[in-house]
Protein backbone atom coordinates (compact mmCIF):
# COMPACT_ATOMS: atom_id res chain seq x y z
CA UNK A 1 0.00 0.00 0.00
CA UNK A 2 1.29 3.63 -1.10
CA UNK A 3 0.01 5.98 1.82
CA UNK A 4 0.33 10.35 1.13
CA UNK A 5 -1.12 12.10 3.53
CA UNK A 6 -2.56 15.53 2.63
CA UNK A 7 -4.18 18.49 4.27
CA UNK A 8 -2.09 18.22 7.43
CA UNK A 9 -2.35 18.36 10.24
CA UNK A 10 -5.72 19.80 11.00
CA UNK A 11 -8.15 17.78 8.49
CA UNK A 12 -5.84 14.79 7.23
CA UNK A 13 -6.73 12.49 5.20
CA UNK A 14 -4.53 9.66 3.70
CA UNK A 15 -4.31 8.12 -0.03
CA UNK A 16 -4.03 5.12 -0.66
CA UNK A 17 -3.35 3.03 -3.56
CA UNK A 18 -2.54 -0.69 -4.11
CA UNK A 19 -2.14 -2.50 -8.02
CA UNK A 20 -4.01 -5.50 -8.74
CA UNK A 21 -2.71 -8.46 -6.54
CA UNK A 22 -1.34 -6.26 -3.93
CA UNK A 23 -2.28 -7.27 -0.36
CA UNK A 24 -5.59 -5.19 0.46
CA UNK A 25 -6.76 -2.21 2.95
CA UNK A 26 -8.38 -3.23 5.59
CA UNK A 27 -9.94 -0.26 7.15
CA UNK A 28 -12.70 0.65 10.23
CA UNK A 29 -15.88 0.99 9.29
CA UNK A 30 -16.69 4.68 8.51
CA UNK A 31 -13.04 5.34 7.32
CA UNK A 32 -13.47 5.31 4.00
CA UNK A 33 -14.17 8.79 2.22
CA UNK A 34 -14.40 7.62 -1.48
CA UNK A 35 -12.62 5.25 -4.03
CA UNK A 36 -11.85 4.43 -6.97
CA UNK A 37 -14.84 2.65 -9.41
CA UNK A 38 -12.10 -0.20 -9.54
CA UNK A 39 -11.60 -0.64 -5.97
CA UNK A 40 -14.26 -3.59 -4.68
CA UNK A 41 -15.24 -3.28 -0.80
CA UNK A 42 -16.23 -6.43 1.25
CA UNK A 43 -17.66 -6.13 4.62
CA UNK A 44 -16.80 -8.68 7.89
CA UNK A 45 -17.15 -9.17 11.30
CA UNK A 46 -14.44 -11.28 11.87
CA UNK A 47 -16.53 -13.49 13.92
CA UNK A 48 -18.68 -12.80 17.22
CA UNK A 49 -15.82 -12.74 20.15
CA UNK A 50 -13.46 -10.79 17.58
CA UNK A 51 -16.59 -8.56 16.55
CA UNK A 52 -16.86 -7.85 20.59
CA UNK A 53 -13.26 -7.47 21.74
CA UNK A 54 -12.72 -5.04 18.87
CA UNK A 55 -16.02 -3.03 20.71
CA UNK A 56 -14.76 -3.27 23.54
CA UNK A 57 -11.03 -1.88 22.30
CA UNK A 58 -12.80 1.29 21.46
CA UNK A 59 -13.24 0.26 17.73
CA UNK A 60 -16.23 -0.90 15.54
CA UNK A 61 -17.43 -4.21 15.16
CA UNK A 62 -16.96 -4.75 11.37
CA UNK A 63 -14.39 -3.87 9.13
CA UNK A 64 -14.07 -3.32 5.40
CA UNK A 65 -11.50 -4.68 2.94
CA UNK A 66 -10.64 -3.15 -0.34
CA UNK A 67 -8.97 -4.69 -3.00
CA UNK A 68 -8.11 -3.43 -6.44
CA UNK A 69 -10.10 -5.34 -9.10
CA UNK A 70 -7.90 -4.14 -11.83
CA UNK A 71 -4.39 -1.50 -12.30
CA UNK A 72 -4.09 1.17 -9.58
CA UNK A 73 -6.77 1.97 -7.34
CA UNK A 74 -7.38 4.39 -4.87
CA UNK A 75 -8.73 4.62 -1.67
CA UNK A 76 -9.87 7.80 0.61
CA UNK A 77 -9.83 7.48 3.98
CA UNK A 78 -9.81 9.59 7.58
CA UNK A 79 -10.23 9.41 11.46
CA UNK A 80 -13.70 10.27 12.91
CA UNK A 81 -12.28 13.09 14.76
CA UNK A 82 -10.60 16.43 13.07
CA UNK A 83 -7.04 16.36 12.99
CA UNK A 84 -3.93 14.41 11.93
CA UNK A 85 -3.51 11.14 10.35
CA UNK A 86 0.12 8.90 11.30
CA UNK A 87 1.56 6.02 9.25
CA UNK A 88 2.71 2.95 11.29
CA UNK A 89 5.36 1.10 10.22
CA UNK A 90 5.09 -2.80 11.48
CA UNK A 91 7.68 -5.73 11.24
CA UNK A 92 7.35 -8.47 13.83
CA UNK A 93 10.47 -9.53 12.64
CA UNK A 94 12.04 -6.54 14.05
CA UNK A 95 10.88 -7.56 17.80
CA UNK A 96 8.92 -5.77 20.52
CA UNK A 97 10.20 -2.35 18.81
CA UNK A 98 8.42 -3.77 15.18
CA UNK A 99 5.43 -4.05 16.88
CA UNK A 100 2.97 -0.93 18.21
CA UNK A 101 0.24 -0.38 20.81
CA UNK A 102 -2.76 1.42 19.96
CA UNK A 103 -4.71 3.90 22.20
CA UNK A 104 -8.73 2.67 21.51
CA UNK A 105 -10.46 4.39 18.71
CA UNK A 106 -7.11 5.43 17.03
CA UNK A 107 -6.98 2.60 14.48
CA UNK A 108 -8.16 3.86 11.25
CA UNK A 109 -6.73 1.31 8.41
CA UNK A 110 -3.96 -1.11 7.58
CA UNK A 111 -2.64 -3.36 4.90
CA UNK A 112 -4.01 -7.15 5.14
CA UNK A 113 -0.81 -8.32 6.25
CA UNK A 114 -1.12 -6.70 9.41
CA UNK A 115 -3.02 -8.29 12.48
CA UNK A 116 -4.89 -5.81 14.42
CA UNK A 117 -5.81 -7.55 18.23
CA UNK A 118 -7.21 -6.65 21.21
CA UNK A 119 -5.13 -6.94 24.20
CA UNK A 120 -5.74 -6.63 27.58
CA UNK A 121 -4.25 -3.90 29.93
CA UNK A 122 -6.46 -4.91 33.00
CA UNK A 123 -6.63 -1.95 35.60
CA UNK A 124 -3.58 -0.34 34.37
CA UNK A 125 -4.94 0.19 30.82
CA UNK A 126 -8.20 1.57 32.12
CA UNK A 127 -7.27 4.02 34.33
CA UNK A 128 -4.45 5.22 31.22
CA UNK A 129 -7.40 6.09 29.26
CA UNK A 130 -6.79 3.18 26.40
CA UNK A 131 -9.79 1.05 28.22
CA UNK A 132 -9.97 -2.55 29.63
CA UNK A 133 -8.64 -3.85 25.93
CA UNK A 134 -5.84 -2.30 24.11
CA UNK A 135 -5.29 -2.90 20.21
CA UNK A 136 -1.73 -4.37 19.16
CA UNK A 137 -0.39 -4.35 15.39
CA UNK A 138 1.92 -7.28 14.29
CA UNK A 139 3.17 -8.75 11.62
CA UNK A 140 4.37 -6.77 8.27
CA UNK A 141 2.51 -4.13 6.66
CA UNK A 142 2.19 -0.15 7.82
CA UNK A 143 -1.02 0.84 9.80
CA UNK A 144 -2.63 4.23 9.81
CA UNK A 145 -3.29 5.71 12.89
CA UNK A 146 -5.44 9.31 14.04
CA UNK A 147 -5.08 11.43 16.08
CA UNK A 148 -7.42 14.01 17.50
CA UNK A 149 -5.61 17.64 16.67
CA UNK A 150 -1.82 16.72 15.71
CA UNK A 151 0.54 14.40 15.92
CA UNK A 152 4.23 14.56 17.48
CA UNK A 153 6.60 11.85 17.79
CA UNK A 154 9.10 11.37 21.06
CA UNK A 155 12.06 9.02 21.35
CA UNK A 156 12.24 8.07 24.56
CA UNK A 157 15.76 6.82 26.15
CA UNK A 158 14.77 6.49 29.70
CA UNK A 159 11.60 7.55 30.91
CA UNK A 160 8.89 10.27 29.53
CA UNK A 161 5.44 11.15 30.83
CA UNK A 162 2.34 11.63 28.90
CA UNK A 163 -1.26 12.66 30.07
CA UNK A 164 -3.50 9.77 29.25
CA UNK A 165 -5.60 11.83 27.00
CA UNK A 166 -3.29 12.37 24.86
CA UNK A 167 -1.47 9.69 24.12
CA UNK A 168 -2.13 8.11 20.54
CA UNK A 169 0.63 4.91 20.26
CA UNK A 170 3.72 3.41 21.21
CA UNK A 171 6.10 0.97 20.24
CA UNK A 172 6.44 -2.78 22.13
CA UNK A 173 9.83 -1.97 23.08
CA UNK A 174 8.25 0.47 25.92
CA UNK A 175 7.01 -0.27 29.05
CA UNK A 176 4.53 2.45 31.24
CA UNK A 177 2.62 2.98 34.60
CA UNK A 178 0.27 4.96 35.50
CA UNK A 179 0.36 7.58 38.12
CA UNK A 180 -1.66 10.13 40.27
CA UNK A 181 -0.69 13.29 37.86
CA UNK A 182 -0.34 15.58 41.21
CA UNK A 183 1.03 12.76 43.70
CA UNK A 184 -2.26 12.18 45.11
CA UNK A 185 -6.00 12.72 44.30
CA UNK A 186 -6.77 16.01 45.49
CA UNK A 187 -2.78 17.61 44.26
CA UNK A 188 -4.24 16.02 40.52
CA UNK A 189 -7.74 17.79 41.01
CA UNK A 190 -6.13 21.27 41.67
CA UNK A 191 -3.66 21.01 38.83
CA UNK A 192 -6.23 20.13 36.24
CA UNK A 193 -4.50 16.77 35.41
CA UNK A 194 -5.69 13.43 36.23
CA UNK A 195 -3.72 10.36 35.38
CA UNK A 196 -0.25 9.81 33.24
CA UNK A 197 1.24 7.43 31.46
CA UNK A 198 5.06 7.36 32.47
CA UNK A 199 6.93 4.79 29.99
CA UNK A 200 10.27 3.12 30.49
CA UNK A 201 12.86 1.93 27.41
CA UNK A 202 13.93 2.70 24.52
CA UNK A 203 11.31 3.30 21.71
CA UNK A 204 9.31 5.76 19.96
CA UNK A 205 5.65 7.01 21.06
CA UNK A 206 2.97 9.41 19.38
CA UNK A 207 0.84 12.19 21.05
CA UNK A 208 -1.58 14.53 20.44
CA UNK A 209 -2.06 18.27 20.66
CA UNK A 210 -5.59 17.94 22.07
CA UNK A 211 -7.70 16.06 24.44
CA UNK A 212 -11.15 14.88 22.96
CA UNK A 213 -12.65 13.41 26.03
CA UNK A 214 -11.62 16.90 27.74
CA UNK A 215 -13.02 18.60 24.68
CA UNK A 216 -16.24 16.36 24.75
CA UNK A 217 -16.51 17.63 28.26
CA UNK A 218 -15.78 21.59 27.48
CA UNK A 219 -18.40 21.64 24.55
CA UNK A 220 -20.96 19.69 26.42
CA UNK A 221 -21.08 22.15 29.38
CA UNK A 222 -22.06 24.54 26.92
CA UNK A 223 -24.94 22.79 25.28
CA UNK A 224 -28.46 23.84 26.34
CA UNK A 225 -30.68 21.53 28.05
CA UNK A 226 -32.42 18.94 26.16
Known amino acids: MQVELLYKPGSTIAQCRIQ ?12 MIGMSPNMKMETASGGL ?3 LKSMLGGESFFTNTFTST ?10 SLPGDLGVLSIDSAAGAAGEWHIQRGAFVACDNTVEIESKSGGFKGLMSGSGLLQLKAKGQGVCLVGAFGALEEVEVSGSYVVDTGHLVAWQGSLEYKVTKAGGGFVAALMS ?7 F ?20 GGMLPPA
Not at 24 to 30: F, L, M, Q, S
Not at 200 to 219: F, P
Open 200 to 219: QGTGKLWIQTRNAQAYGQLV
Open 49 to 51: MKG
Open 192 to 198: GEGFVCT
Open 20 to 31: QGETPIRAEAGA
Open 70 to 79: GGVAELLVAP
